[in-house]
């Protein structure tokens, strides 16, 4: 398997949403597409990414903090400080650095910076036929700091 493209692995035709769309939004989608997180792109034209927003976001910024989720916008609550890789990087490049940052989910970008899709913990483990560099990634991203 030795020489696989993080295109190889990723998920492809990813719902994202935008940084002006309502959290509300966001996390409707992400419960009828079963994700965790939802890439945010500039615009469905451009698909460049701009961010992430996960569950946990929502959780923590909007709900615990009394926010209204209609009128709460992407863009108030998302990650801007991404960590991606490319779509012909190796990847293992990616392992690494999911496993480097403690990310479950790592973006995977175009040379133009347009959101191609996304590897995340459970695409290397069932993509992946290596075992070992599986165990290790999930050990790395589950380590407490």
């Keep these: 398997m030795s020489g696989q493209k993080?295109?190889?692995v990723?998920?492809?035709?990813l719902v994202c949403c935008t940084p002006t769309d309502t959290v509300h939004l966001a996390a409707q989608s992400m419960?009828?597409?079963d994700v965790g997180?939802?890439?945010v792109i500039d615009s469905q034209e451009k698909k460049r990414l701009v961010g992430i927003v996960t569950d946990r976001d929502l959780a923590l910024k909007v709900v615990?903090?009394?926010l209204d989720p209609g009128k709460t916008k992407v863009e108030d609550v998302m990650s801007r400080k991404l960590v991606v890789c490319k779509v012909n990087d190796d990847w293992q490049m990616a392992?690494?650095?999911m496993g480097q940052h403690q990310l479950r989910r790592i973006p995977v970008v175009d040379d133009q910076g347009r959101i191609a899709g996304i590897i995340a913990q459970a695409d290397v483990a069932t993509r992946i036929e290596k075992p070992a560099a599986t165990a290790k990634v999930v050990?790395?991203?589950s380590r407490v700091a």
Excluded: F, H, N, V
């Design 6 to 8: 993080c295109s190889d």
């Design 10 to 13: 990723m998920t492809k035709d």
């Design 31 to 33: 419960k009828a597409q």
């Design 37 to 39: 997180s939802m890439p």
């Design 64 to 66: 615990a903090a009394g």
């Design 95 to 97: 392992l690494d650095a």
């Design 139 to 141: 050990e790395e991203i």
